[in-house]
């Protein structure tokens, strides 16, 4: 009768046992590494129950999470925890589609709008609300410079002045135009100018007299030139403008401008 007894006991404790085996059994937390295949097999279930069970959308799961794996409880993550903490490798849209909810509304309830997060970050996944953007903390403005530290400041470049608003000596000259490459021409200028290695200067030919050598002079029609160079007809109020092609050239002709000698 005793022995009876004992083995009632033993019956007993092993049903215990069993029982608490199929509770413990019954959710299993996601390990850094897991996918709902791997669950699934080990637990001998479907993966379509798995995501049945735990609401998934997708088969995107992460760390932590507590899935159900027999149908009778509900994840701990749907249904527990209103909020979740971002681990390491997580993105928005794999957040979102763990908890059943769209990445507009998981922004949106956290106040995002950068799809940048960071581990340790505790996000609203559930029953959340709208909330305005989070402001960004301002920078720290910069410490002042020590007062024995001389401060200086980039120059600033000022833009040319028009010629109408320059004093200088206004007359009207007849104008023609010259090249480098013109008979007998050596290209350089009477000031030592090299128009052939310099195509793109502006110079004048000018009575000395008249004009000094090395003047700025406004041109109308030519801009800001140098009076550098001279030439036999070039006598009075004449002037020859320079001009690379000797196509321009004749297209300036002869003609009647104002100049002013700016110094």
């Given at each position: 009768?005793?022995?009876?007894?004992?083995?009632?006991?033993a019956?007993?404790?092993?049903?215990?046992?069993?029982?608490?085996?199929?509770?413990?059994?019954?959710?299993?937390?996601?390990?850094?590494?897991?996918?709902?295949?791997?669950?699934?097999?080990?637990?001998?279930?479907?993966?379509?129950?798995?995501?049945?069970?735990?609401?998934?959308?997708?088969?995107?799961?992460?760390?932590?999470?507590?899935?159900?794996?027999?149908?009778?409880?509900?994840?701990?993550?749907?249904?527990?925890?209103?909020?979740?903490?971002?681990?390491?490798?997580?993105?928005?849209?794999?957040?979102?589609?763990?908890?059943?909810?769209?990445?507009?509304?998981?922004?949106?309830?956290?106040?995002?709008?950068?799809?940048?997060?960071?581990?340790?970050?505790?996000?609203?996944?559930?029953?959340?609300?709208?909330?305005?953007?989070?402001?960004?903390?301002?920078?720290?403005?910069?410490?002042?410079?020590?007062?024995?530290?001389p401060?200086?400041?980039?120059?600033?470049?000022?833009?040319?002045?028009?010629?109408?608003?320059?004093?200088?000596?206004?007359?009207?000259?007849?104008?023609?135009?010259?090249?480098?490459?013109?008979?007998?021409?050596?290209?350089?200028?009477?000031?030592?100018?090299?128009?052939?290695?310099?195509?793109?200067?502006?110079?004048?030919a000018?009575?000395?007299?008249?004009?000094?050598?090395?003047?700025?002079?406004?041109?109308?029609?030519?801009?800001?030139a140098?009076?550098?160079?001279?030439?036999?007809?070039?006598?009075?109020?004449k002037?020859?403008?320079?001009?690379?092609?000797?196509?321009?050239?004749?297209?300036?002709?002869?003609?009647?401008?104002?100049?002013?000698?700016?110094?």
């Amino acid at each position: 009768m005793k022995k009876h007894i004992i083995t009632l006991t033993a019956i007993a404790a092993l049903s215990v046992g069993a029982a608490t085996s199929a509770s413990a059994s019954s959710s299993y937390t996601v390990q850094s590494g897991d996918t709902l295949w791997e669950i699934s097999q080990d637990k001998n279930v479907s993966v379509e129950n798995l995501k049945g069970w735990n609401d998934l959308s997708s088969d995107l799961i992460l760390p932590s999470q507590e899935l159900t794996v027999d149908g009778k409880t509900t994840s701990k993550a749907k249904t527990d925890s209103s909020t979740y903490t971002v681990q390491s490798g997580d993105t928005l849209f794999e957040i979102a589609s763990a908890h059943g909810i769209s990445l507009d509304s998981l922004m949106s309830w956290n106040g995002i709008s950068s799809s940048m997060i960071y581990p340790g970050q505790t996000f609203t996944v559930k029953g959340g609300t709208a909330v305005a953007e989070k402001a960004t903390t301002p920078a720290p403005a910069k410490s002042a410079a020590p007062a024995s530290a001389p401060v200086t400041s980039a120059p600033v470049e000022k833009a040319p002045t028009p010629a109408s608003t320059q004093s200088g000596k206004t007359m009207t000259v007849s104008a023609t135009a010259y090249t480098a490459y013109c008979a007998g021409c050596s290209g350089t200028t009477a000031t030592g100018i090299d128009l052939r290695a310099n195509p793109n200067q502006k110079v004048i030919a000018v009575d000395p007299s008249v004009i000094p050598l090395g003047s700025k002079v406004w041109v109308e029609g030519y801009g800001e030139a140098i009076a550098g160079d001279t030439g036999g007809a070039i006598k009075g109020n004449k002037i020859d403008v320079f001009i690379p092609t000797q196509g321009e050239a004749l297209n300036w002709g002869r003609k009647n401008i104002t100049i002013k000698v700016l110094n």
